[in-house]
């Protein structure tokens, strides 16, 4: 499986944006995908998951009310769109696959910088 992920940009607090991410190969064998995030000097941490065939969504709680994560099975893409953005989101992004009978997600497409200016 590869993960493409794009979409990042810079924008000011309170502002949107929508990351991509858009799968190839097995896409078959994936059971749920997700988004991490990493800012400088910190653990990389989950954003949010949702299950490949639909449903089933998870999200940190600092991103509830304000993220949305979904999918387009037509196109074997996963979005997370980003509203009322803070400074403190700011971080590069990355999807990652998990595999089923997998225990961790093992396939990670290449980050995208996320700038939230304030």
């Known amino acids: 499986v590869q993960l493409q992920a794009s979409g990042g940009g810079l924008v000011q607090a309170g502002g949107s944006l929508r990351l991509s991410c858009a799968a190839s190969?097995?896409?078959?064998?994936?059971?749920?995908m997700g988004w991490f995030r990493q800012a400088p000097g910190k653990e990389r941490e989950v954003v949010a998951t949702i299950r490949w065939s639909g449903g089933n969504t998870y999200y940190t709680d600092s991103v509830k009310g304000r993220f949305t994560i979904s999918r387009d099975s037509a196109k074997d893409t996963v979005y997370l769109r980003m509203d009322s953005l803070k400074p403190e989101d700011t971080a590069v992004y990355f999807c990652?696959?998990?595999?089923?009978?997998?225990?961790?997600?093992?396939?990670w497409g290449q980050g995208t910088q996320v700038t939230v200016s304030s």
């Open positions: 990652a696959a998990l595999m089923r009978f997998a225990s961790q997600y093992d396939y």
């Open positions: 190969g097995r896409t078959f064998t994936i059971n749920y």
